[in-house]
Each structure stands twice: as structure tokens, then as C-alpha cells.
């Protein structure tokens, strides 16, 4: 198995790509070992010093080391925790994945819905690149709320994609949209 590795716009954080399908549908974000309870991998990739995020996407996985740790040296280690895992044969997520919550006023399911259709189609692709990902999480009178995962938490870039991008992009094809935050 050969895993190859990529640096992200985030420099406290690496992406991972096993050749093969890490998540099968939607993604998973850890902040700590305690998160990562209903996945395998994760709580090994914890187990590696200095880790301090772990992001599961479609066919990657992301990992976000303390401000200490040092590349060189964690980076056999979680090769090694990948590699493992998917010799294994053990699933990345046991029991049903948590439901994401949403907030938005009745009235809005329309703008909700292009919202999403634009976020789908136009910056996840992008983001998941960089080994993130965005989703919705709320819509109330014009100010979007997203949450950033993965290597887009964190993210020295973060606020200037956020604004600049997904801001500018949502106000452009969506008039009702005045304002793009993040949800911490």
C-alpha cells in the first residue's frame, strides 16, 4: 500500500491520501481522542504525540499537529497508523455518524437550499483539495454561518477564503445573503 502525502495551505496540518475510499459518504472531524471514540483510526492517529485534530474525508485524511510537534518526526508514525489501519480490514467509523445541526427560519428553505447547492457544487470540491471541508450550519436574516474542518480550521487563510471567496461568491448568485461567518 502506498499512502501519499500532501502539505495544505494550513502548516499545521497534512493530508493524507491512501489510494482508496477513507469515508464513504460525508466526513468525520476530532478535535481530541475523546471525539474520535466511534472511530478506530482516529483514536490511533491520537495515540500518535502531538496530534490535535483528526479530519476523515472522501478519500483522505487529514491530521493537525500541536504547535510542538514536528513533521519529520510524526509523520512515519501516522503512515504507519494508516497503513495499519487499512491492512486491517477494520472499519473508519463504527455505529451511525452523529446528525449535523441546522438552524434557519421557515420561509428560507429555498435560499437554504441554493446555499448548499452553491457550497456543494463549488467550494467543497476546492476545499477538500486542501483537506477541509465547509458545511452549513445556519441562515438567519442574510448572515451565513459555516463550520471549517479539517485543515480549513485553523487555518492562517482561513478568514481571507471565508470572505473573500465564500462570501463574495454566496452574495453574487444568492441578492438575500448580506454576510458569511464562521461557527467556531
Known sequence: MFIQTED?????????????????????????QEAAA???????LFDVENVEGVFLGGDFVSVTKAEAGDWRMM???????????FISGKPVIEGEAAVVQESFEEGDEEIVAQIKELLETRVRPAVANDGGDIVFRAYDKGVVHLLMQGAC???????????MG?????KHYIPEVVEVRPVQ
Not at 10 to 30: I, S
Not at 78 to 85: S, T
Not at 153 to 163: D, E, R
Not at 166 to 170: A, D, G, P, T, W
Open 75 to 85: 509523520k512515519p508514525a501516522l503512515l504507519g497508523v494508516i497503513m495499519e489501519h
Open 8 to 32: 495544505t495551505p494550513n502548516p499545521a496540518t497534512l493530508k493524507f491520501l491512501p489510494g482508496r475510499p477513507v469515508m464513504p459518504a460525508g466526513n468525520a472531524d476530532f478535535a481530541d
Open 166 to 170: 465564500i462570501e463574495n461568491l454566496l
Open 38 to 44: 466511534a472511530s478506530p483510526l482516529a483514536r490511533r
Open 153 to 163: 480550521a485553523g487555518c492562517p487563510s482561513s478568514t481571507m477564503t471565508l470572505k
